[in-house]
Nanobody
Framework: QVQLVESGGGLVQPGGSLTLSCAAS????????MNWYRQAPGKEREFVAD????????NYAEPVRKRFTISRDNDKNTIYLKMNNLNPEDTAVYYC?????????WGQGTQVTVSS
């Protein structure tokens, strides 16, 4: 079955950096677009970034453009989210997502807290 496992979250000071990872299994990873979403306390889950199957197409939400970088390693079945210049508004649970056979799959999420 499809499994997505995020890691790399934590507490970071404003202006700091973190890199999140999402390890995927149970499907042909290299054939699918992968996404990062986030959900802040009291807010709806929102799109952060996506990357096409071989990495040729990448999109970012406006609030994270130029600060976050999404990438993937198809040999390791893993995607990454490098987050720079973090601010308190980036505090959220970050989720990995993909759609396989018309079903949306989500990881359990990893908490990112930006605070001094």
């Amino acid at each position: 079955q499809v499994q997505l496992v995020e890691s790399g979250g934590g507490l970071v000071q404003p202006g700091g950096s973190l890199t999140l990872s999402c390890a995927a299994s149970g499907f042909t990873f290299r054939d699918y677009t992968m996404n990062w979403y986030r959900q802040a306390p009291g807010k709806e889950r929102e799109f952060v970034a996506d990357i096409s199957s071989y990495g040729g197409l990448i999109n970012y939400a406006e609030p994270v453009r130029k600060r976050f970088t999404i990438s993937r390693d198809n040999d390791k079945n893993t995607i990454y989210l490098k987050m720079n210049n973090l601010n308190p508004e980036d505090t959220a649970v970050y989720y990995c997502n993909t759609r396989v056979s018309r079903f949306d799959y989500w990881g359990q999420g990893t908490q990112v807290t930006v605070s001094s």
